[in-house]
Every structure is written in C-alpha cells, then in structure tokens.
C-alpha cells in the first residue's frame, strides 16, 4: 500500500475568482500560504469547494500547478479527479495525468450516471490498479447521485491496495460505524461534513476534509488532532461555538458561503462561477455578524 498522510485536518480549499470569473491568483497565492503556515495537516485542492466542475481542463490544470508551486512541499496536496466520461476515461485521465509533488487524489463517483454497487467498485479497483498516488474515495451522494454503501466501502478498502482513505459525507452513525470496523486499521475514514467532524471522531473517523477551514485552519487543525488523539470532548468544546456559523456557511450553497467568510476575513473576493451566485447581502452579514459572535481572532 502506497503511504498516506490524510488524517487530521485537511482543507477542501476554494478556488478565488475575480470580478470576470477569471481565476484570481494573488488571492490563491495568500490562501495558500496561509494555510501551509497553519496547523492544517494537508490541502484540498480541485474539489466540489474549489469550483473545479466550472473550470476548463487547462484552467485545473493551472490551479494545481500553482499550489504546489506555492506550498513548496509544506503540506500534502491532493487533487480532485476528473470522473466525467465513464470510466474507461477516468482511468485513462489518471494515467496520462502530470502527478509530480501530488500527495493523493480525491475521487467520487460520477455525478449524473447513477451506477449500481458493483460500477462503483469497479471504478475504484481499476483506478487502483493504474495509480501513482494513494486515493481518497470520497462518498457524496449529495452531489454524485449515489451511495457507496458501506458493504462496497468495505469491499472496496479489502481488495485495493492504494485506495486508502474515504471522504465520508453522510452523516448516518450506524453507516460509519459499520465502515469503521469492517476497513483495515490503516484505511482512514475520515468526515466530510464540518458539522459531522466531531460526530464522526467519537466513532472512530481520523480527521475531517473541511470547508471552515479556509478561514479557521488553526483553531480546526487543533481540534482534530485532539480528536485524533482521543480528546474528542475537548474538540468538541471548542468547536461548539462554530455551530451557528456551520448553518450559514452552507445555506445558499457551497462555496458562497465560505468565499463570503474568506471576504470579511479579507483572504479573496466574494466572487463565484455562475451559474453559483455569491451570497445574498442578507446572508454576508449573518455570517459577519456570526464570526463577530465568535469572539475569537482567525488564525
């Protein structure tokens, strides 16, 4: 099994655009820095978070070039995979795909296409059979259209060497539980939901992929790796105060929410692709009046 790093906290980060849609650099290049310099144990990028399904293939490629140009080897990287086309293409995307200085791959399955248990394990061995990096399985039925359902998870951690970790974005206790005993001891499944982060580390879960993150690495890299450590009741006390924002950052969508947060935090612009529209004036000062509450400095 190839090595992996993904425990703790990672960032889903978000790609900074400017008032033209175009990708805003200056603003990837102050996120990035910030985030190699926190307690975050690794990056996100390409993701759901980041836009990456209204980026071109050159425009991907660029965003991942420029982090890890930046981060410099700081923190592990891990890349969004392109599952569009069926699987043949995925297969062939990864292989053809420039990996030098990635950490991992984050890989769901495919949005629209509504495959049975067995497709979705069968991406995944094939993908296994074919990669250079470990992979994150990620499972977002929100957005995929699909469950893997933790049987396939199980199965699927048994027969790959190099699928290492999962994303796991539904927030079913009985769902986790069961993965977390039927996978190996060194497959980290780890929360994709910042809401279920403390939830999930009770079970068992070793960190969280998170949202929040772009604007509070510090105070969330601290708490999950309390957690990871076993103190699951300290993490979860410091990060009770986060709940009201937690409901904000996601109401109009993601990422709306968290670029409005990075905004007042003065990190990037509030700027999506559409379709995404940024958040209503009316959300914006929720949410600044929410990190007002807080009390406390970002870091």
Known sequence: ???????????????????????????????????????VD??????????????????RVAVLEFVLEISAGAKPIVAGLDVSGGTRAVVQRLQSMHVRGLSGLLVSPPPYILPVQSGLLDLFQRLDKVTPVPIIAYNVPSRAGVEMAPDT???????????????????????????IAGVPKDFAVLAGDDGWAVPAMSLGGQGLISVIGNAFPDMWGRAMNQAVFGQVKS???DLRRFEPLLELLFAEGNP???????????????????????????????????VAALDAVPA
Request: proline share 4%; aromatic share 4%; net charge negative.
């Open 1 to 39: 099994m190839i090595q992996h790093k993904f425990t703790g906290l990672g960032v889903a980060m978000i790609t900074p655009m400017s008032a033209d849609e175009s990708i805003d650099f200056p603003a990837l290049e102050r996120l990035t820095l910030r985030l190699c310099s926190s307690e």
């Open 42 to 59: 690794f990056l996100v990028v390409l993701g759901s978070t980041g836009e990456a399904a209204l980026l071109s293939e050159e425009e």
């Open 153 to 179: 998870i199980i199965e699927m951690a048994a027969t790959t060497s190099n699928v290492v970790a999962l994303k796991q974005a539904v927030p079913s206790v009985d769902a986790m539980r069961k993965i």
């Open 235 to 237: 993490a979860e006390d």
């Open 256 to 290: 709306a929410g968290i670029k409005a947060l990075c905004s007042h935090l003065g990190l990037c612009e509030m700027h999506v692709r559409r379709p995404l529209m940024p958040a209503s004036k009316k959300l914006t000062q929720d949410i600044y009046d929410a």
